[in-house]
C-alpha cells in the first residue's frame, strides 16, 4: 500500500453521507504557476496590486458573455439536492466541497458587487467583500472541483458547478493567480505540441517500437504511423496513450482497429494531444488556440475524418465544441460525424461484422466499466442520448465473457468521478485525489466482493492514470484499470494472424 | 377614499410595478446573455421538441430533484403545487366575470393553501434538522419561507376563522384597473395577508425566487444535443475568428 501523509478513507458497503466538518480541506492547495507559465497563454504574471478591482471587472465580463454563470448564480435556492453529490464532499466532508457551499464562494461576491439585495443587505443574503481570504478560498476550493456535472444532474434547475469553478479559474489567471499544472501544460502544448512535452522524433521512435511489437506477437505488420499526408484519419489521443500503462494498451487497441478496417490512418505530431486544459481553466481563447491545432493538423495532412481516442474531458471539447472552436469542417467526408470517438468507429465495425474476437483471451479478467464523467454528461456516442452508456459496454461484451456493472446509483449519468479530473491531476493535490475517489472505488469494491471483478475498463486518460495511482491508497492493484481498446486489443483476431490452434490455420488456409 | 385604502393602493401599483420590470429586467438580460458553448448534461435530447418535453418534466414533476432527493421533492412539489392551486382560486378577485375554470378550481384552491403551508413547512424543517442544508441557509432563505407560510396561515385564517368581506376586496382590487381604488375593507388579518403578498411580489426580482424564469434560460437544460450536426456560435467567438 502507498505511504499516505493524511488518512485515507475506510471503504464501507453503503454510501454514507458523512456529517459536515468544515475545513478539513482548507488546506489544499495546488501549485501556483510562476510568472514564466502565465505570459504564454496571456496572463499577468503574478498577483496585481489592484487585484480587487480586476477581478470584478471580469467578473462582470464573464457575467455578460456566459448565460451560464449570469442563470447559475442567480437561480440557486439552498434547497440542497446537491450536497450529497459531490464525490469531493463525501470523500473530505468539507462543506466548501458540496456544490452549492462551492458556488457559494462566488455567489457571495456576485451578490454583494452585482444585486441590490448584496449591496444593501450584505448579511441577509450572504453576501462578502471579496478579500484576500476569500480570493485563497477560491484558489483552495474552485480546485477541489473535478467539473465532472454529477451536481448539475440533480439541481433542479441544472445548475452546473463546472461552469462555476471555470469561470473562477479564468478570473484567478486574469489577476494573476494561475495553477502551475494546468497553465504548464497549455504551454508545453503551445510550444512542443502536447501535454507530456515528447517531441515528435520521441512520438516517432515509440510508434516504430509498437509496430514492431505488434508483429512479434501476432506476424501481422500492423501500422502506428504519424504525419503521413493523405491518410483518410486523424486520429487525435491523450499523449499518455503513447508511453504510459495502461494507456498504450489502448493505442496498439485502435491500430489493430483500423487494420481491419483497411482504412488508412495516422497521427499528428502538431497536435499530438486530445486533452484540452484551456477547459480546465475557463479560457475561451486558449481552449480555442489549443483546438485550432486540430483544424491545421487535419488541413495539413489533408485527412477526410477525424477521430479521437479514449479521452473524457478530451471527447467533451472534440464533441461538444470542436465544431464551434474550430469548425466548420466542411472540408472533411461529410458521410462521418466529425469528430468520431474510436468507441464509435469501433462499434460501427462490430456491428458490419467487420471485426472477428476471441473473447477467451479475456477469460483472465472480470471486468466492471467506468464511464468517465465527461463522456457521461457533457457528450454522446452513436445516434441516440445515451450512446455513451451503451456503445462502450457493448464492446465490453462483444471482447470478454465476464461483465458485471457497478451499483446503478454510481454509473451512467450518475457515475462517480475519478477523483482526478478538471486539471486536478497533479502529485500536490494527492490528498483530495485519494479522497476523492472514494466513491468510486467503494462501487469497484462492492463489485469486487459480491461479482468477483477483478479489472474496470476506462476510456479516459485521467481516470486511468488517477485509478493507477490512487487505487495502491485503498490496498488494490494498480493494474486493476485497464484501457476499453486494451480489451478488444486482446480480443480482436486479426486477418493472417498467426493462430497457435492449427485447426484454425487450416480453415484461414482453405 | 380612506388613507388605508389609498396606502394599500399605491403600495400594490408599486409592488406590480417593482415585480414586471424587475422581472422583465431579468428576462432580458438573460435572454440577451449568449450561451457560447453547448453545455446540456447529457444524455439530452437531440431535437427541439425533445428539449420541450425535458423542460415540461422539469416545470411540472420537478424531475431531475426528484432524482437528487426525495424529501425535498416531495415538499417542494407540495408547496408549488399548492401555491398554484392557490394562485388559480384567487384569480376569482381579478376578474369579473369570473371565467369557468376558475370558478371550478375554487374548491381545490382551498386544499391547495394547506398543501402549500405543509410543503413549506416540511422544506423549513429540513433547513434546521439537515446539517447540509443547515450550513448553506442564510437568513434570507429563513425569511423567505416565513414570509410565504404567513401568507398561507393568514389566508387559511381568513377562510376558516376570521372571514373577511371577499366581495369588497374584489371591488378594491378591479378597481385598481381603473385607478379608482374601492374602499378596502380593515381587518388587520387581511391587511397583514396583503401586505406580505405585496412584500413578496417586491423582493421577487431581488431574490432567489428568480430561479422561476431561470429555469427557463438553464443552458444545461434547454439546449439541443447536435454540436456535431450543427454549428453553434454567438457573435463575440465569431468576431474572435475574424481577427
Redesign the interface.
Known sequence: MAKATFEVPELSQYLDVPPVTPETMAHSKPFVAKPEFQAPLGFPGELMDDWQEKALDKMGELLGKYRSLRVYLDSCVKCGSCTDKCHYYLGTKDPKNMPVGRQDLMRKVYRRYFTLAGKLFPKLVGAEDFTKDVLDDWYSYYHQCSQCRRCSVFCPYGIDTAEISMAAREIMDSIGVGQKYCNEIIGKVYTIGNNLGLPGPALKDTLEGLEEDVFDETGVAVRYPIDEVGAEILLVTPSADFFAEPHVDGLIGYGKVFHEAGVTWTLSSHASEAANFGMFIGSYDNMRRVAQRIREAAIELKVKRIVFGECGHAWRVAYSFLNTLAGPWDFLDPRYPVPQHICEFTYNLIQEGKLTFDKSENDDKVLTYHDSCNVARASRMGNTPGGQFEIPRAIIRETCNHFYDMDEDTIRDRTFCCGGGGGLLTDDLMELRVKGAKPRVEALNNVMLEKGVTHMAAICAICKSQFTKVLPYYGMEMDQIVSLHQLVSNAIVLTGQDVEDDEDEADEAA | MSFLTMVYAYLFYFAALVLLAGVTF?VV??AR???????P??????TRSGVVFRMTR?IVL?E??F???KW?WIF?WIFHFGLFLVTLRHLRYFMEPVWLPIELVQPFGIYGGIAMVVGLAG?WA?RFF????????????H?ILALLIAIGCTGLLMKFVFHTDVVAVKSFFIGLYSFDPQPLPGDPLLLLHLFLVAALMI?FP???L??AP??F?????NQV?N???????VP??KR?EQE
Open positions: 431579468k438580460q438573460y446573455t449568449p450561451a457560447p458553448l453547448k453545455i448534461t447529457t444524455p439530452a435530447p437531440t422539469e420537478f431531475s430533484l432524482r437528487g432527493n425535498t417542494g422544506l429540513r439537515v446539517d447540509r442544508v443547515r450550513y448553506i441557509s442564510s437568513p434570507s432563505d425569511l423582493i431581488y431574490s432567489k428568480l430561479h431561470g429555469l434560460f438553464s443552458p444545461s437544460r444535443d454540436p456535431r450536426e450543427r454549428r453553434h456560435i463575440w467567438a474572435l
